[in-house]
């Protein structure tokens, strides 16, 4: 069974009388262990198909089954059960919460899950080394550079090793040989834990060291 399957997804945005159609009859079959990566032009609905898969937004049509169970019908809870289990989401927009601490921050994702324990504690600490970021563990996101932060947000999606990575222009704020680790690390853990990625990208570079490449144009993927 695929891990993730798109049947006909569509999303079409009203705003003020005119309908942005966003997200064009997409159909994608994503299998565990996939490393995809997408390309194309601003606002041409890349965050937007993320953001269906990662159960944020829902589609105006089609579905999305996660191992085989459809999520769009799912009420809330359900589905922030799916996002906090199942989803390690990296947006655009790195998105700290200022009032929590760089350790703080990445174990978010643990206050909507069942079990926490001193176990989630060490697994910060290891992705934060693995970002490059460990000496910054007690900082608050203001007091961390662009990229800094950016890395935090990394290591927040990962920590918890979800089954499937969302990421929305990860690399984008930071420096080629940082990019390039980070990348590393990207596919270190698709090899070794079998953790599927989708990664949007505008360096076409990055896109090609992806298992499938795809370009994404007027919400149409291919
Ligand atoms: N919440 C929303 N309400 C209305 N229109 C939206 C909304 N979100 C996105 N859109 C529109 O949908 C289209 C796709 O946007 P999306 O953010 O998915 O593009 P993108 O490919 O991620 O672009 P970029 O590379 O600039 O991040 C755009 O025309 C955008 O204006
Ligand atoms: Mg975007």
Redesign the pocket.
């Known amino acids: 069974m695929a891990l993730i399957e798109l049947d006909g997804i569509s999303k079409i ?1 009203t ?1 003020g009388g005119a309908t ?1 159609p ?1 997200v064009d009859n997409v159909s994608l079959r994503i299998e565990r262990g996939d490393f995809l990566s997408i390309v ?1 032009h ?7 198909l993320l953001s269906i898969i990662g159960g944020i937004i829902r589609p105006s049509s089609g579905r999305v089954l996660f191992e085989g169970a459809d999520i769009c019908p799912m009420a809330d809870d359900d589905l922030s059960t799916y996002r906090s289990e199942k989803v390690g989401f990296m947006f ?1 927009f790195a998105s700290l919460l200022p009032m929590l601490t760089v350790k703080e921050n990445v174990l978010l994702p643990g206050l909507f899950r069942q079990e926490r324990d001193a176990r989630d504690k060490k697994m910060a600490e290891e992705y934060l080394s693995l970002v490059g970021i460990s000496e910054k563990i007690n900082a608050y996101p203001s007091q961390l550079s662009g990229g800094q932060q950016r890395r935090v947000a990394i290591a927040r999606a990962l920590v918890y090793e979800p089954q499937i990575v969302l990421a929305d222009e990860p690399t984008g704020d930071l420096d080629e040989e940082t990019e390039m680790s980070v990348m590393e690390l990207f596919r270190r853990l698709n090899s070794e834990k079998q953790i599927t990625f989708i990664l949007i990208t505008h360096n076409l570079e990055l896109a090609k060291m992806a298992q499938r490449q795809f370009r ?1 144009t007027q919400g149409r993927l291919a």
């Open positions: 945005f705003v942005i966003a194309g601003s606002g041409s609905g890349k965050t937007t655009q994404m």
